[in-house]
């Protein structure tokens, strides 16, 4: 995804991130405000219910009782309770003694008989509408609140805006942890978003897209000039068509746990393109880089084991290289390297002489091959104390029987020169570049139409395992 989508993105969360919670705690506020309303409107409903109900009820027991009672109301309207011959007469503001709070309408209603009584005018529309379960058709929300007894039943009716008394408190809880959350939320697209535009984000990206690709740079027996291989080198073409240089971006996925991604990619990328190859023509291999991370624990070998489970390759077609920052711990390397040739693969040091390695360092270790490094094939043909360095490095593979690969040749006279001294292999430009699989395939055919079987063939006089 391009940059600026990537940031225009950023943006967009950020604000949203922002605006939300907020948002959503005034929402809350006003809900929470509303529901507590309804819920005292509902208990005052309830106590003025059992308050009106006990007096029908004492009013009924005191019937029972009476013989006869004179009854005199001169000019007072009065509800009567009548049981069998007797009256008992009631003065209307009795039942409505217990009012609900201040702004809250009050009717008493016997059902099939009409309004007993009633506290701050209500209206009679919505107080049917209230009793009929329907909707209240006003501008205004009202809240409702409705109890039914045996005899009576009360409807209380407050305007929504009466919660706004508790509104005040429940901002005061629920904006703090709004505005918390928001914070947490803009920090977190920050975050996403700086590592998403960071390159460790972008590679993270690009290998679980499957972004990456593999070219093949030719592998060629000094002494025959025939192809016997390549080294697979993993590409990266950015967003925007920009190609990182593989140095760069395996440095950045070394150091942020991405390496073993990349390797197990690359893996699934030879096995793809050059199935068909390795399975006709048995002495053609594939070299694959290791990073340091990969040498630590070995598991990047099960990865291959699995891949190759159900494939047409043989393990020893598959070479293994790390460089001499990977082999730096002995005693961690020793039993990886060890496995990975239990299993067929041959294992080379690469871009050898630029660490720290010495003889007693290289016999420690259970190696096939050595990588001369481009650096002191470069000082061939030079006056620079490196190029005297060849010499010995090539001294010091054939005490140990090693095969010798030398990278980076441009020129004859290079090549020339690391033929005298029987170095085994050569890669460089003077061969070939780094090529797509297809590419590569067809100048494989060609090349082994036109020169003969290599003397040596690679593992051979190397102590690889069967």
């Not at 050898?352 to 096939?368: E, I, K, M, N, V």
């Not at 290079?414 to 067809?442: C, H, N, S, T």
């Amino acid at each position: 995804m391009p940059r600026k989508y990537v940031i225009g993105i950023a943006v967009l969360l950020a604000a949203a991130g922002a605006f939300l919670p907020i948002g959503f705690a005034l929402q809350m506020s006003w809900s929470r405000a509303v529901a507590l309303e309804q819920q005292s409107l509902d208990n005052q409903a309830q106590r003025i219910l059992q308050y009106t109900q006990g007096m029908l009820d004492q009013t009924v027991e005191v019937l029972h009782r009476l013989d006869a009672v004179p009854v005199v109301s001169p000019g007072l309207r009065m509800v009567a309770v009548r049981y069998g011959d007797y009256s008992a007469l009631i003065e209307p503001g009795r039942f409505t003694q217990l009012t609900p709070t201040d702004g809250v309408q009050m009717a008493l209603v016997l059902p099939g008989s009409g309004m007993l009584g009633s506290h701050n005018h209500p209206d009679l529309m919505l107080v049917a509408q209230a009793l009929n379960g329907g909707k209240l058709d006003v501008e205004e929300d009202y809240l409702t609140a409705v109890a039914r007894g045996d005899d009576i039943t009360v409807v209380l009716l407050e305007p929504a805006s009466e919660a706004l008394s508790s509104l005040r408190r429940e901002r005061n809880l629920w904006l703090p942890m709004g505005g918390m959350t928001a914070l947490v939320m803009i920090g977190l697209v920050c975050w996403l978003s700086r590592r998403r535009l960071s390159l460790a984000g972008e590679l993270a990206t690009a290998v679980s897209r499957r972004e990456l690709a593999v070219h093949y740079q030719p592998i060629i027996d000094l002494r025959s000039g025939r192809c016997v291989g390549a080294e697979a080198l993993v590409r990266w073409q950015r967003p925007g068509g920009k190609q990182m240089r593989p140095d760069v971006f395996i440095a950045i996925a070394e150091e942020n746990g991405i390496l073993p991604r990349i390797t197990a990619e690359v893996f699934r990328l030879v096995i793809r393109d050059m199935e068909e190859l390795l399975a006709v023509d048995r002495g053609v291999h594939i070299s694959v880089n290791l990073g340091a991370s990969d040498m630590k624990d070995g598991e990047v070998l099960r990865v291959l084991e699995r891949m190759l489970l159900h494939t047409s390759i043989e393990p020893r077609q598959i070479w293994l290289e790390a460089t001499e920052r990977g082999f730096m711990d002995v005693d961690t390397a020793g039993p990886v390297i060890a496995e990975a040739r239990r299993l067929g693969h041959a294992v080379a040091i690469d871009d050898f002489g630029t660490g720290y390695s010495s003889l007693a360092y290289l016999q420690r270790l259970p190696l096939d091959s050595l990588k001369i490094d481009k650096t002191f094939v470069d000082a061939i043909g030079t006056d620079s104390a490196t190029h005297k360095v060849t010499e010995h490095i090539i001294g010091m593979a054939r005490s140990l029987n090693l095969l010798t690969v030398a990278e980076g040749i441009e020129r004859q006279d290079q090549a020339d020169y690391l033929k005298a001294r029987e170095v085994d292999f050569g890669q460089g430009w003077l061969y070939g570049k780094p090529m797509p699989a297809a590419e590569f395939i067809k100048y494989y055919l060609r090349n082994v139409e036109n020169t003969p079987p290599p003397q040596r063939m690679p593992g051979e006089g190397a102590p690889l395992a069967a």
